[in-house]
Structures are given as C-alpha cells and as structure tokens.
C-alpha cells in the first residue's frame, strides 16, 4: 500500500476539522475526495504533507503512513525531497513576479539527479504542456488561468515527482481547459503517476478516478469505485446534480 491515513483527526483551536478519517491509496492509481466546501479535503492534503496551518495551531493525532512509514515527523521538504510527493494546491501559488522557466526551475532544488535528467523532465512538460514552452521567458503573472494551472502542474513534475496531490486543478478553468487538464492527469497516470485529487466538480472527477471517497464534515461517508459512487442515489443527490 503506498498511502494510508488511519483515523486522522486535526483540530484547529477549538475546531476540529478532521474527525477520524481513514482510506488509503494504491500505487498507480487515481482516487478522488469529493464533498463540498468545508469538509476538510484541503486539511487532508495539508496533513499529508506535513503543511502547517497559516492561522490557528493544528493538534493532529491518528497516523499517516506512506509505504508503511509514518509521516508525523517528517518535515514537509523531506516528504517533497526524499518521498517524491508533491502538492498542487488549489488556487495554484505560482510566482508571479518570475518567469515560467525560473518558476519550473525553482522546483528541480533538491534534485540531485543532474543536469540532464532535470532537461529531460523539463522537455516532458513542454511535451505536455507546448503553451508553456511558448511563453517560458513570459512573467507568470500575465498568464491566462488556464496556463497558471498548468505552471502549477509543471512544477510539480519538475521536483520528481511519484505522488501527485491535487487541490481543485479546474477551478477557474473553461470547460474545455478543464477536460484538456484532465486528459493530461490521465495520461501521467498511465504513465506511473500516483494522483490523489480533489475536485469540484465530482462528475468529472469520478469519470476520471478508479476509486473515491466522500467527505462531510470532517468524516468519510462513502466510499467505492467511481462507478459505484456515480450510481449512489445519496452521491448523486449531494453531488452529482440529481
């Protein structure tokens, strides 16, 4: 098993915002967490890499192993460096103020698999993402939201990357960004690619996913294949629009 949470809780002050969630996830698959906003997707991928909290402190207990490690005192640039996790988070966090190339370039830090490996993984991005490649000496700034997300993409690859966690990657995007962005999350997991995905629009992500979980209010309460879960009357009541 490559990831397993086992009944995390996370309490912000007198909140807690997790309350005993457990799933895991397979190496080489795509698994999604829908529920809607405030359910504690984002705390999920927050705890999983060992991201502390920007307002009130975080008590965290439960566990979360990652190959059978536990990750509770790893530091968050070792869970990047030495277990090749990486985080696109939702509202992307790019620097604004560099260029694509110097923003993908930040990423290759910690590598220290040379300059050739870190060429070979930057012509996959341009591969994958060819506006990117267009605009690599462009302020990322300017980009449309759609090239953001895929900057944001992109530099996640460029650290290495085998785990892929994925907070809200179409939000903001055009339907046709959105499925393009799709496409390409498909074709990294074909690839080998570990993803873990929150999405907002939970149809598209179980059309995508080969298994999901349900979030609300801090606990899980559905779980199964995507077609299982697309085929819940309670999920697509909630969430799938009918």
Do not use: W
């Not at 799933?23 to 529920?35: A, M, N, R, S």
């Amino acid at each position: 098993m490559l990831l397993e949470i086992r009944d995390l809780r996370v309490k912000y002050g007198n909140i807690e915002a997790l309350h005993g969630i457990s799933f895991h996830v397979e190496k080489g698959e795509i698994v999604t967490l829908i529920g809607a906003n405030g359910a504690g997707k984002t705390t999920t991928l927050h705890s999983i890499m060992r991201l502390p909290p920007p307002e009130a402190p975080k008590v965290l207990s439960g566990d979360i192993l990652f190959e059978g490690m536990s990750l509770l005192s790893t530091e968050p640039h070792d869970v990047v460096r030495k277990l090749h996790v990486a985080l696109v988070p939702e509202g992307r966090h790019i620097f604004g103020n560099l260029t694509v190339m110097e923003n993908l370039t930040l990423a290759t830090y910690a590598r220290k698999d040379g300059a050739s490996a870190i060429s070979a993984d930057l012509d996959r991005v341009f591969d994958l993402f060819p506006r990117l490649a267009e605009r690599r000496n462009q302020r990322s700034e300017s980009l449309s939201g759609g090239e953001q997300q895929m900057l944001a993409l992109g530099r996640a690859l460029m650290s290495k990357c085998q785990t892929l966690l994925l907070d809200e990657p179409s939000m903001g995007l055009s339907p046709l960004l959105m499925y393009e962005m799709f496409r390409t999350l498909k074709r990294l997991n074909e690839q080998g690619l570990t993803i873990l995905l929150i999405e907002q629009n939970a149809r598209l992500a179980l059309r995508f996913a080969h298994r999901g979980y349900v979030l609300d209010t801090g606990e899980i309460v559905a779980s199964g294949s995507s077609a299982e879960l697309a085929a819940d009357p309670a999920v697509k009541k909630a969430y799938l629009g009918g």
